[in-house]
């Protein structure tokens, strides 16, 4: 039997006081709660040592999978990223300033505005994935290949209602 870690404590002390509750949604959602919290840190971590905030890489990010050009409409940043308009237009200006991103007229569309990745935008997309992926990585080191996918294939299938 595999050591015991802090949930199965928990839970364990829980159910000494309520032996009349099922506790197993605990043993599975409070270690993904706990194991956000250390993926929360491992990516501040990534981001920060590529000098970029989170917000500032979920931008980068989706210009940077767009593929060359390297830009999306404003609109398509908004649905890829989930924040309000207003946020995402305060999110481009900072970016502007930062010189990580430019606004540009649409060619398709005079009216219309793409944002698109500077080279220096993708420097640090390009640094802080790199990073991300060597953090993420170290988290999963206690499980195989096999392990991976399996845990992966059974996180696809909690989240597809969410999703």
Do not use: C
């Not at 840190?41 to 210009?63: K, Q």
């Not at 009216?111 to 997309?125: D, F, H, I, N």
Request: charged share 30%.
């Amino acid at each position: 039997m595999p050591p015991h870690d802090e949930v199965d404590r928990i839970v364990d002390a829980w159910f000494r006081e309520r032996p009349d509750l099922d506790f197993a949604p605990l043993q599975v959602l409070s270690r993904v709660g706990r194991l956000s919290k250390h993926l929360d840190r491992a990516r501040r971590a990534a981001f920060t040592a590529s000098n970029l905030e989170s917000w500032e890489f979920d931008v980068l990010s989706a210009l940077r999978r767009a593929g060359k050009p390297y830009q999306l409409s404003p609109k398509a940043l908004l649905q890829q990223t989930l924040v309000s308009s207003g946020t995402m237009t305060n999110r481009i200006d900072r970016l502007v300033e930062r010189g990580l991103v430019e606004r540009r007229t649409d060619p398709n569309d005079g009216r219309g505005t793409l944002v698109t990745m500077t080279s220096a935008g993708r420097e640090r997309a390009d640094a802080a994935i790199s990073q991300l992926l060597t953090a993420e990585s170290e988290l999963l080191d206690a499980l195989s290949a096999a392990d991976r996918d399996r845990l992966a294939g059974l996180l696809r299938k909690l989240s597809l209602d969410f999703d």
